[in-house]
């Protein structure tokens, strides 16, 4: 199975900050990488895929970037609304797997 | 625009077995590309993908947990059965369904169901 880990677990930051959270993959998984975010009670939403591309609706300070084993998430201006867990998920091969999670609360 | 709707009971015992039902719109699932997959979360936990289901009858399961579940799809219905057996208190969870694209990710998701395990 390809393990999935994210850094950091959490963090606090303030309205208009750019937020980097990175992904890591325990083996090669080319670009076949999925973001989501999720809010409590709320079922996930799909930010980006195939690492870096941004799925329709979504905000354009959403960026994702990064292949092979190491892959980031970039907020580029962080929203009230965008206080929420993101996770990552290889889609590269079966069984499909998913990061432990960031959790990005208000400073 | 493609919805999905999980449904089946929120109270199972242990041991029992679990049959939940995802129902969807929007796109079918005899057509060449398309999937359903479950995916859980345990109450404070990370999502955890279970199975998933291809157009042509394909299908694929967690290794962790193939022996106890199974996927099955009504096209005509359009729903997608997922059975789990011999449910343990650890299987609490929300179950969400969720339709796969062919790149991979799940773009769209049920609003999941809670799946309590208690005697």
């Known amino acids: 199975d390809i393990q999935m880990t994210q850094s950091p677990s959490s963090v606090s930051a303030s309205v208009g900050d750019r937020v980097t959270i990175t992904c890591q993959a325990s083996q090669g998984i080319s670009s076949w990488l999925a973001w989501y975010q999720q809010k409590p009670g709320k079922a996930p939403k799909l930010l980006i895929y195939t690492a870096s591309s941004l799925q329709s609706g979504v905000p354009s300070r959403f960026s994702g970037s990064g292949s092979g084993t190491d892959f980031t998430l970039t907020i580029s201006s962080l929203q009230p609304e965008d206080f929420a867990t993101y996770y990552c998920?290889?889609?590269?091969?079966?069984?499909?797997?998913f990061g432990p999670g960031t959790k990005v609360d208000i400073k | 625009q493609i919805t999905l709707k999980e449904s089946g009971p929120t109270l199972v015992k242990p041991t029992q077995t679990l049959t939940l039902t995802c129902t969807f719109s929007?796109?079918?699932?005899?057509?060449?590309?398309?999937?359903v997959g479950w995916i859980r979360q345990p109450p404070g936990k990370a999502l955890e993908w279970l199975t998933l289901i291809y157009w042509d009858d394909d299908k694929r399961y967690s290794p962790s947990l193939k022996s106890r579940l199974t996927i099955t799809k009504d096209t005509s219905k359009n729903q997608v059965v997922l059975t789990m057996t011999n449910m343990d208190p650890v299987d609490t969870a929300t179950y969400y369904c969720a339709h796969r694209i062919s790149d991979g990710a799940f773009n769209i998701w049920g609003q999941g169901t809670v799946v309590t395990v208690s005697s």
């Open positions: 998920q290889q889609a590269n091969s079966f069984p499909l797997t």
């Open positions: 929007g796109f079918s699932l005899s057509s060449s590309g398309e999937g």
